[in-house]
């Protein structure tokens, strides 16, 4: 299990971007799956990126493909999500996640999660 500590979320208006960061807390990525996940108001927490132990696999959910990017440095301690185009409705409190080897969109499935992030898209 790695511990992980998020961070770069704020308040943006519509159309802009972000970089939020995953760091691992004094073990690396190298044998994990990382998740983000977010959560609005009243909502379910969904998965919205993940990349698997090697980095070879990257998955997304639809309502985020084409303007979100997730990459892993290679040190394999930080995991990014690039968000560009953001909307109103990315607004959220975004999570990372950490399980063994490969990315599922089940949050109950990650074994370690971060505090959470505020992104918030102003229009």
């Known amino acids: 299990q790695v511990p992980v500590v998020e961070s770069g979320g704020g308040l943006v208006q519509s159309g802009g971007s972000l970089r939020l960061s995953c760091a691992a807390s004094g073990r690396t990525f190298s044998t994990t799956a990382v998740g983000w996940f977010r959560q609005a108001p009243g909502m379910d927490r969904e998965f919205v990126a993940g990349?698997?132990?090697?980095?070879?696999?990257?998955s997304y959910a639809e309502s985020v493909k084409g303007r979100f990017t997730i990459s892993r440095d290679s040190a394999k301690t930080t995991v990014y999500l690039q968000m560009n185009s953001l909307k109103p409705e990315d607004t959220a409190v975004y999570y990372c996640?950490?399980?063994?080897?490969?990315?599922?969109?089940?949050?109950?499935?990650?074994?370690?999660w971060g505090q959470g992030t505020q992104v918030t898209v102003s229009s």
């Open positions: 990349i698997n132990w090697s980095g070879g696999s990257k």
């Open positions: 996640a950490t399980r063994p080897m490969e990315v599922t969109t089940t949050p109950t499935l990650y074994r370690t």
